[in-house]
């Protein structure tokens, strides 16, 4: 088994939270937007500012509940040190250039590539960071510290969205990746 069932349901069910926060993120955005951009009306999900905050707070929801079973398991399991660990940075920057090259392997599903394992790990992190950005933004008086730690709410905003970009360029890359080697694709429905 390459990937198991847990690993499988939590990383599903994170994709649609993903997708749900992205397109009400967009919409809450545009109703106080701090940058020069908005997002089309046709891309965001939610309809107004009230709807688009219904949405964003029940996939919030989903993605914590998920995210905490997936790094939970991970850790549990000791699947995170052996699908991980090592990282030596100078091999992502030779997987790297393979790659540009056409040259990597990625064809085998059960070892990641050090470009995987980094990639993985920064979204990892990334998201951590965009929920948690997003509790200050949510409950900013009952999170006091964290929002000190974020350098307040209108930094928090900042982070969250840039943190939501990062993501997004993943998401991106992640799904080429995953059209153009549809091996993994499978396995990551059928778990081998
Ligand atoms: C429709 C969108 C998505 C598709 C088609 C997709 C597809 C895949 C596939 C095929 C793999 C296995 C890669 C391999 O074995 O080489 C994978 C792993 C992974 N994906 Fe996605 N994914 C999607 C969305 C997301 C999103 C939104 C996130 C993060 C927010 C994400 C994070 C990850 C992570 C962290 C792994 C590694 C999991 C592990 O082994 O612990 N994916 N994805």
Redesign the pocket.
């Known amino acids: 088994m390459?990937?198991p069932l847990w690993?499988r349901i939590t990383?599903?069910s994170?994709?649609l939270a993903?997708?749900i926060l992205t397109a009400s993120g967009w919409r809450i955005y545009n109703a106080s937007p701090f940058f020069d951009i908005t997002f089309p009306p046709e891309v965001t999900l939610g309809g107004w500012l009230g709807g688009a905050l219904q949405w964003h707070f029940a996939a919030m929801w989903l993605l914590g509940t998920n995210g905490l079973i997936?790094l939970t398991a991970?850790l549990a399991t000791g699947?995170?040190r052996r699908?991980?660990y090592p990282l030596p940075l100078g091999h992502v920057w030779r997987d790297m250039l393979q790659a540009f090259r056409g040259k990597l392997a990625?064809s085998d599903?059960a070892h990641?590539n050090a470009v995987?394992r980094a990639a993985?790990l920064f979204?990892?992190a990334d998201?951590v960071l965009i929920f948690l950005s997003g509790l200050v933004l949510w409950k900013s008086v009952q999170f006091p510290v964290l929002r000190e730690l974020m350098g307040g709410y209108e930094t928090a905003r900042r982070i969250h969205f840039v943190g939501m970009t990062a993501?997004v360029g993943?998401?991106a890359v992640?799904?080429v990746?995953?059209?153009l080697?549809p091996r993994?694709?499978r396995?990551?429905f059928r778990g081998r």
């Open positions: 390459i990937h690993l990383h599903w994170n994709a993903v997708a997936y991970n699947r995170l699908r991980f990625h599903p990641y995987q993985y979204v990892i998201t993501l993943f998401v992640h799904i990746m995953a059209a080697v993994t694709l396995a990551m």
